[in-house]
């Protein structure tokens, strides 16, 4: 119930192409899902996050798509640039009543080759 | 930088140490968390405190203790742990969540220190 899964755990995708990472959820209370960017030797830092009454949001070349009745989410990355090559987390949460309790994916590690 | 620092960054153990790890944040936040961070597994969440009150514990096993004497400043005392703790310690911090957007619920991570036991 409380589980995120996330896929692929690995990803390689040429420069300029579409990198794209899964995750599905369990607990339909959850409300509120980020998607975290982790570069080596830094912790993981916030790169987009969307709430399920929108099906997709879009900054830059990020884009969420969120499928509520699949409880599911995707990153999509357009263009993608050797600086975007890092370890990609997506998490879930329950914003109503929150203890600040975000579940985690897996995490995908990205490479973009040049 | 996210204003989420750590010290030391990196440490190096035995089983029977005792050792501290500390965490300090400039955001002006409320809330502050303690995670593990292994190989090939999901970020843990160990504790949550909010206000300086402990409001999660996901059954941490009591070799962690953590404190947290004021909303900028959170330890994790570490004592007699085992090498399957070696790992990466994150903090993070935020406004206390809940409230009325989305912003806060963002937490911002500090680089971690890397712990081995041996």
């Known amino acids: 119930q409380q589980q995120v899964k996330q896929s692929p755990q690995s990803l390689i995708v040429q420069k300029g192409g579409i990198s794209i990472i899964n995750c599905a959820y369990e607990?339909?209370?959850?409300?509120?899902f980020p998607w975290y960017q982790q570069f080596p030797g830094k912790g993981p830092a916030l790169l987009i996050a969307?709430?399920?009454?929108?099906s997709e949001k879009k900054e830059g070349r990020f884009t969420i798509s969120f499928n509520k009745s699949a409880k599911q989410f995707s990153l999509h990355i357009m263009d993608s640039q050797p600086g975007d090559s890092a370890t990609y987390f997506c998490?879930?949460?329950?914003?109503?009543?929150?203890?600040?309790?975000?579940?985690f994916g897996q995490g995908t590690t990205l490479q973009v080759k040049p | 930088e996210t204003g989420v620092t750590q010290t030391p960054r990196h440490l190096v153990m035995g089983m029977t140490n005792k050792k501290s790890l500390k965490c300090e944040q400039h955001?002006?936040?409320?809330?502050m968390y303690w995670y593990k961070q292994s190989a090939k597994k999901p970020l843990e969440l160990m504790f949550v405190?909010?206000?300086?009150?402990?409001?999660e514990n996901n059954s941490v096993p009591s070799r962690f203790s953590p404190e947290c004497p004021n909303s900028s400043h959170l330890f994790l005392h570490l004592h007699t742990l085992q090498p399957e703790d070696s790992a990466l310690y994150l903090c993070?911090?935020?406004?206390?969540?809940?409230?009325?957007?989305?912003?806060?619920?963002?937490?911002?991570f500090g680089p971690g220190t890397r712990l081995t036991v041996l």
């Open positions: 998490a879930a949460s329950k914003e109503s009543g929150n203890t600040g309790k975000l579940i």
């Open positions: 607990n339909t209370a959850f409300d509120y």
């Open positions: 993070a911090s935020s406004q206390v969540p809940g409230g009325p957007s989305s912003s806060y619920n963002e937490q911002f």
């Open positions: 969307i709430r399920p009454d929108v």
């Open positions: 405190y909010n206000f300086k009150e402990q409001t």
């Open positions: 955001l002006g936040h409320n809330a």
